[in-house]
């Protein structure tokens, strides 16, 4: 009986992924990316089951993995850019990005910055000279509060363009269409938002142009005539990271199966397909240069907070 029970049973049966939000979003999104990928490319055998633990912007997934199910191999738990962010904040409680397995990145999308079609402003450099001449007359909006990353964007943008992030109005909405809506109605002037999720809204009628993506190329596709921050002159980066971790006492030989599965997965052209139509760009990293990545935003994240006099935690 202890010979049977030892044996580990296969991390890729009865998979579940947890999105740490409610249904529909960037963790429901990611967490759909992985379940079709997986269950069409046959590398799994039964359905992937998708569970939704939202709170915290995923501070209560991020806890309950760890404290009480710290060895479960067979669920994967979705992470984003703005989870890493509220790591390095300390929004994640007692945990840092130290006490979680980092699995694998399958894809990307990057900051926008977006306009009504109606707006006067033609490019980056409008906006930020309408916010040097009276910050007071710009109205931002994204869907998060201060110290979230579609506030650091915005605040990116006004420092680049030498505006003090202090003075800029800034309001925030529940999500990013809300914020779009608002944006069309004339309500704020500048979204600092998502370019993947602003082209699926233009593509789906909304009435809102991008005038710059925050990456140090042009994106592919449908966002090919749309100049970057950077050809503009405002050095102004801002990559959203999307993909998943396991708890900490995940077995190594349980975690190298869900690592190579991934791996291999994302190296096929049907993968590359599942996700551009899901309006995510390409990274594909699993294992250690994913964990060597996410430690590395994390600081670079902690820095960035502290400049803009946010709460900081340092890593434990």
């Known amino acids: 009986m202890v010979a049977v029970t030892s044996v580990a049973a296969n991390p890729l049966e009865k998979t579940e992924c947890i999105a740490p939000a409610k249904p529909g979003g960037g963790f429901d999104l990611t967490c759909k990316l992985a379940q079709s990928a997986l269950q069409d490319g046959k590398y799994i055998d039964n359905p992937m089951r998708v569970t939704y633990m939202p709170g915290g912007i995923g501070a209560v997934a991020y806890n309950t993995v760890i404290a009480q199910?710290?060895?479960?191999?067979?669920?994967?738990?979705?992470?984003?850019?703005?989870?890493?962010?509220n790591l390095a904040q300390g929004k994640f409680g007692r945990y840092s990005e130290n006490d979680v397995r980092w699995l694998a990145a399958i894809g990307a999308d990057y900051g926008a910055v977006v306009v009504a079609d109606s707006s006067p402003y033609k490019s980056l450099n409008d906006v930020l000279a309408a916010m040097k001449a009276d910050p007071t007359k710009v109205v931002l909006g994204a869907g998060g509060t201060v110290g979230s990353q579609d506030w650091m964007k915005a605040a990116l943008v006004a420092r680049a363009g030498g505006v003090n992030p202090k003075t800029m109005r800034y309001v925030a909405f529940e999500g990013g269409g809300e914020a779009l809506t608002a944006l069309q109605g004339g309500h704020i002037h500048v979204y600092s938002g998502?370019?993947?999720?602003?082209?699926?809204?233009?593509?789906?009628?909304?009435?809102?142009?991008?005038?710059?993506?925050?990456?140090?190329?042009?994106?592919?596709?449908?966002?090919?005539?749309?100049?970057?921050?950077?050809?503009?002159?405002?050095?102004?980066?801002?990559?959203?990271?999307?993909?998943?971790?396991?708890?900490p006492k995940v077995s190594d030989a349980d975690y190298k199966v869900w690592a190579d599965t991934f791996a291999k997965?994302?190296?096929?052209?049907?993968y590359d397909k599942l996700r551009?139509?899901?309006?995510?760009?390409?990274?594909?990293?699993?294992?250690?240069?994913?964990?060597?990545?996410?430690k590395k935003q994390v600081g670079e994240y902690r820095k960035l907070a502290e400049e803009f006099g946010l709460n900081v935690v340092p890593a434990k």
């Open 69 to 85: 199910r710290p060895d479960d191999a067979h669920a994967i738990v979705a992470f984003s850019g703005g989870s890493l962010l």
């Open 265 to 270: 997965m994302m190296a096929t052209p049907a």
């Open 276 to 294: 551009s139509d899901r309006g995510l760009f390409p990274l594909a990293m699993t294992g250690a240069p994913l964990d060597a990545y996410v």
């Open 194 to 247: 998502d370019a993947a999720e602003a082209m699926q809204q233009i593509k789906a009628g909304a009435k809102v142009r991008i005038l710059a993506v925050m990456n140090d190329k042009r994106l592919p596709g449908d966002m090919a005539d749309v100049p970057t921050a950077v050809e503009q002159g405002f050095d102004v980066q801002w990559a959203i990271i999307r993909g998943f971790y396991v708890g």
